[in-house]
């Protein structure tokens, strides 16, 4: 069974900058893609980016185009997350999770507990 375990989140000024990291443990997820999401009070869970398991594929939702960087590092089995610019509205619950390549919730079977980033205006 993957355990994934996220960390990095905060409390950030706006225009500032955080990364995320989750470890994956109980299991390898060096041949599954992995993927961020995130969920802000009284909204749906959102998808920001995917990695397949080279690192040599990757989508970004609108929430994470052009300021959020995703990566994978097979070796430490962990997966990144670079964000940068960050606004107010950013803020939310980060998730971590393994699964299918893909944008929807529902493709992925692992997930973490989640971190939260905090951005002040």
């Known amino acids: 069974q993957v355990q994934l375990v996220e960390s990095g989140g905060g409390l950030v000024q706006a225009g500032g900058s955080l990364r995320l990291s989750c470890v994956a443990s109980g299991g390898t997820v060096s041949s599954i893609s992995m993927g961020w999401f995130r969920q802000a009070p009284g909204k749906e869970r959102e998808f920001v980016a995917v990695i397949n398991w080279s690192g040599g594929r990757i989508s970004y939702g609108e929430s994470g185009k052009g300021r959020f960087t995703i990566s994978r590092d097979n070796a430490k089995n962990t997966l990144y997350l670079q964000m940068n610019s960050l606004k107010p509205e950013d803020t939310a619950v980060y998730y971590c999770?393994?699964?299918?390549?893909?944008?929807?919730?529902?493709?992925?079977?692992?997930w973490g507990q989640g971190t939260q980033v905090t951005v002040s205006s």
């Open positions: 999770a393994a699964g299918t390549y893909s944008g929807a919730v529902g493709a992925y079977p692992y």
